[in-house]
Each structure stands twice: as C-alpha cells, then as structure tokens.
C-alpha cells in the first residue's frame, strides 16, 4: 500500500525559510510522478512544483519560482521541498502526492491538473507578516 507522509511544517515569520520532506513507502519513486501541492483556506487545491521527465526538469507554480526548490533522493525514497523567502500568501496546508507514471513522462500538466493517485494528509505551513 502506498503511503506518503509528510514533515517540517510550522510557522514562521515572512522571509524564512522551511523545508517540507516526503517520505514514502510501498512503492519507490522510480516508478511514479512525485508533486507538492498546497490548499488554502477557501481556495482551490494548487500543484506548487513537481519532478519532471524522470527528474531531468522541474515544475514550479508562477508564485514560487525563484524561491521554492523540489528535489527527490531516490536511495532514501524521500521528496523535498525547500521553501525560502516565504511570504503571508504562502500560508496553507501541503500535501505532498505521487502520480502511477513512467517518471520519463513526467510532465508539467500532471502536476497542473493534479492528475495524482496518492496523497498524504498534509501538514500545516503558517506565515506571519
């Protein structure tokens, strides 16, 4: 059974920084489309970046780029995110999510679309102003 789990969220101030870790386990990243999503109150689920194309590409939502980093290490079947110059509107809950794909197509609309198959609960990213 695929589970995700997530870890490192809490709160902090506008300007720091967070990195959120995925940890999986019944499965192994080789063979899936791995994403961070965030849903804010009242609002819409959002794909906030992703690895693309077997992990040779990125994705990135226009409001994080440049200060959001995604990364996965494979051996330790581990998906990152690492958040820096966060700002108010970052504040929602993250959900990491894994989509049954051959990882070399990978792309971009999978995560835009939030085509995924697995999700985890979430965990809560709070920034004050």
């Known amino acids: 059974q695929v589970q995700l789990m997530e870890s490192g969220g809490g709160s902090v101030q506008a300007g720091g920084s967070l990195r959120l870790s995925c940890s999986a386990s019944?499965?192994?990243?080789?063979?899936?489309?791995m994403g961070w999503f965030r849903q804010a109150p009242g609002k819409e689920r959002e794909g906030v970046a992703g690895?693309?194309?077997?992990?040779?590409?990125?994705y990135y939502t226009d409001s994080v780029k440049g200060r959001f980093t995604v990364s996965q290490d494979n051996a330790e079947n581990t998906l990152y995110l690492q958040m820096t110059d966060l700002k108010p509107e970052d504040t929602a809950m993250y959900y990491c999510?894994?989509?049954?794909?051959?990882?070399?197509?990978?792309?971009?609309?999978?995560?835009?679309?939030?085509?995924?198959?697995?999700w985890g609960k979430g965990i809560l990213v709070t920034v004050s102003s």
């Open positions: 690895v693309l194309n077997g992990g040779t590409g990125t």
């Open positions: 999510a894994a989509a049954a794909r051959i990882p070399a197509y990978c792309t971009a609309d999978i995560i835009e679309t939030r085509s995924m198959d697995y």
């Open positions: 019944g499965y192994t990243h080789s063979g899936y489309c």
